[in-house]
């Protein structure tokens, strides 16, 4: 694990723990810090490279899937509402407005379109192919 001093942002070291959360694919605890200077929410102490991939197991991604049926509409619908209360949970708490929202790891793109619905501009970095779907679906929308 690596811990860090300074906020990755605006390098302030002024910052509080925001809320400990449990991975529920590997059930290792880690908190969540918010820098008091910029608002920016950071995982501390976070993976180094060799530790993070203990959190991304294969079945990890949500890719959506070709098959149509009623379970598989159901479980889409359910984490997107899911996702959504979450968010709007944390910007409630937050109060951020109009700001850039980044979101590292970004999946299939649920939170970026739930950011962008609440007014933020948001951006997203994911690894995997799972954001490719997504990616497609916005592109033909314009």
Do not use: A
């Given at each position: 694990?690596?811990?860090?001093?300074?906020?990755?942002?605006?390098?302030?070291n002024n910052f509080n723990t925001y809320c400990i959360k449990i991975d529920s694919y590997t059930?290792?605890?880690?908190?969540?810090?918010?820098c008091n200077s910029c608002g920016l929410g950071f995982v501390n102490p976070r993976p180094n490279?060799?530790?993070?991939?203990?959190?991304?197991?294969?079945?990890?991604?949500?890719?959506?899937?070709?098959?149509?049926?009623?379970?598989?509409?159901?479980?889409?619908?359910?984490?997107?509402?899911?996702?959504?209360?979450?968010?709007?949970?944390?910007?409630?708490?937050?109060?951020?407005?109009?700001?850039?929202?980044?979101?590292?790891?970004?999946?299939?793109?649920?939170?970026?379109?739930?950011?962008?619905?609440?007014?933020?501009?948001?951006?997203?970095?994911?690894?995997?192919?799972?954001?490719?779907?997504?990616?497609?679906?916005?592109?033909?929308?314009?």
């Amino acid at each position: 694990m690596e811990t860090i001093h300074q906020c990755p942002l605006c390098k302030s070291n002024n910052f509080n723990t925001y809320c400990i959360k449990i991975d529920s694919y590997t059930g290792i605890q880690f908190t969540i810090l918010r820098c008091n200077s910029c608002g920016l929410g950071f995982v501390n102490p976070r993976p180094n490279s060799s530790e993070i991939i203990k959190h991304y197991p294969p079945y990890y991604s949500w890719k959506k899937s070709k098959n149509k049926n009623l379970v598989n509409r159901l479980e889409q619908w359910y984490r997107y509402h899911l996702i959504k209360y979450e968010i709007t949970k944390i910007l409630k708490k937050l109060k951020l407005s109009r700001r850039n929202t980044p979101d590292i790891g970004c999946g299939t793109g649920d939170r970026l379109d739930i950011f962008e619905k609440n007014g933020l501009t948001p951006f997203g970095i994911e690894p995997t192919d799972s954001i490719d779907e997504m990616l497609k679906k916005r592109k033909n929308n314009y």
